[in-house]
Structure formats: C-alpha cells, structure tokens
C-alpha cells in the first residue's frame, strides 16, 4: 500500500514537470524555426528580386544556406539560434540545452548581482532599435530590451555587447543580427514556432533592405506574406486555447490584421471563435468537465501505478 502511494505520488509530480516541459521548445522546435525562417526569407526575396537584387546583404543570404546552425535552449529564461553562413566546415547542427538564463550563454562574464545597476530600458514595439556598432556595458547598467521589444544589430563584430566590470543585459523581448544573431527572451513553443519564424523573416526581411523599400511596397508584400502567416498563427492559436490566457495577443494580433485590410467577414468569423472560446461554461459543463478529467487522472493513475508496482514486485521476488 506505502509503495502505491508513493508511485502515485511519483507520477503525479511527473506529470506536472512534464507537463511544463512540454510548454518549452524543444530540439525538433528550434529545427522546424530554422528551416521555415530561411523558406521564408528566400520566398520574399524571390518574389521582389527586381527591388532587392543589388541589396548585398540581403542577395547574400538569399544565395547561401548557413554552414552551421547553433541552437540554445535555457532551462530558465529564453532561447537562441545563430546562424553562421561563413562557416568551412561541413554543414552541422549543434542545440544544446543549459540551465541559466540565456544571456549567460553569449555574456558569461555578466554580473550576478543585477540589483545595483542603472537600468536602461528599450520599450518600443512599434520599430526596431538599430544598433550600428558594439556597446560597451562597463560597471554602470543594466540594459533591458522589454517584452515586444526589438533590437537588430547591424555592426560586425560577433555581439552587441560587450561586458566589462559589473554590467548585465536582460532580454526580454528579441536582439537579433544581421549576422545570423536571434536571440529572445522566451523560451516557449509559442515564440519558436513555425508560423512565428514566418513572421520573423518578414520582419528581418524589412530591416535588412533598410530605407530602400517605400511604404506602399512593404505594405503589398506584407498583405501578400504576412496576411497568411497571421491568420495561421491565429487559427493554432484558437485551436490551442492560448489566446484564453493571452487575450492581449489576440486583440495585437486582430488589429494587425485589420490594418493590412481584414474583411469584415473574416473578422466576424475570428470574433466569433474568440467568443466561442473566451466563453463562460455552464454549471452542467464545469460539472461534465471535472468528471472526465477525473476519471481519465483515475485510470491512468491506476493502469500506470499498477505496471510499475508489478514491475517492481517482479525485481523483488515477489511475482514470477
């Protein structure tokens, strides 16, 4: 009786860990980003070749595949790629999974007393924050690139930063660079997902060509590109009930769209599967629902705790 307890007890905490490990990418995640960012990319610039052919930086990676994919997923706080297209080596992935935050990985030498230093806050989501040359973080701040903010790195050396002496950087948006650099602050399925890596090439796409693309132009290729990517994103989104908890994204995510001319039949069919979903179940729903999950936690308790007590039985002696 003392073991069922503590196998039932066992698999109860199990199932929580993995339950919350489920919520963060993962190896295959990072993958699938990687090869629908780089699909994307080239998409786009196939399809504006005539604007964006005498772009170097943009030609370039439209004609070479990185040599080297490195992935890191952090345990506690965020996750990163880096692609390296200049790489002799034959072409690899390499995704390793760490324990601190993601900053640590690119600026181990960071300080890990935070609670001193000056805070300096990027905050807008409207544009991105270009940086043309490395900064230098020497005894004085924190730099906070806050959610829904981002950073794009235009100079050459391999980082934005540098750290010296007592300084640190807290992402929690996205810093990403030309170079192949991207690195955000979330470490969920959400923000690593393939309809997000669409996203993120469009959007890399715009920073790369700089002023050379007027409005009117990005406006048709986003209502060509991004349209699509944003109505997937919404319908897993639905599907997957995330929006329930995150009702901010939807409303982001609906204007958005709107302002890239949403129908109003297509609107009307969005607002009422929101609806749908954000609905307050009855008394009888709440009432059938906790049956069935109980039932199932029941039987899956039981079946699972029943073959690992037999096995256990069996290593002991107890059962032939």
């Known amino acids: 009786m003392v073991i069922f307890i503590v196998l039932v007890m066992v698999l109860i905490i199990s199932t929580v860990l993995l339950m919350q490990k489920a919520e963060r990418v993962d190896n295959k995640d990072l993958e699938n980003y990687v090869e629908a960012y780089l699909r994307k990319y080239k998409e786009v610039v196939e399809d504006n070749l005539s604007l964006v052919h005498d772009i170097e930086h943009v030609f370039f990676k439209y004609n070479n595949n990185p040599k080297a994919v490195y992935g890191v997923i952090s345990k506690n706080h965020g996750a990163a790629i880096v692609l390296k297209y200049d790489a002799t080596k034959e072409t690899f992935w390499n995704i390793t999974l760490i324990d601190k935050p993601i900053e640590y990985y690119f600026w181990p030498n960071m300080s890990s007393d935070l609670s001193s230093l000056k805070i300096i806050k990027i905050a807008s989501s409207d544009s991105p924050y270009i940086l043309n040359s490395q900064i230098s973080i020497k005894n004085f701040a924190l730099i906070l690139v806050s959610k829904g903010a981002s950073l794009y790195y235009m100079g050459e050396e391999e980082t934005p930063f540098r750290i010296e002496g007592a300084g640190a950087v807290t992402i929690l948006g996205e810093v990403s660079s030309k170079s192949g650099l991207i690195i955000k602050g979330s470490n969920s399925k959400q923000m690593w997902s393939t309809f997000q890596a669409g996203l993120d090439a469009l959007k890399h796409f715009f920073w790369d060509c700089g002023d050379r693309l007027n409005e009117t132009v990005k406006h048709q ?100």
Do not use: C
């Open 221 to 320: 290729i986003e209502i060509k590109h991004k349209v699509p990517l944003l109505l997937e994103k919404i319908n897993e989104n639905l599907n997957s009930k995330y929006y329930k908890d995150h009702p901010e994204d939807f409303y982001n995510d609906l204007q958005e769209l709107e302002r890239l001319g949403l129908s109003e039949e297509m609107k009307t069919l969005l607002w009422n599967k929101y609806s749908e979903l954000t609905r307050e179940p009855t008394l009888w729903e709440k009432i059938l629902d906790a049956v069935l999950n109980n039932f199932l936690l029941v039987v899956f308790t039981g079946a699972f705790a029943t073959v690992i007590a037999t096995i256990i039985l069996k290593y002991l002696g107890y059962l032939k």
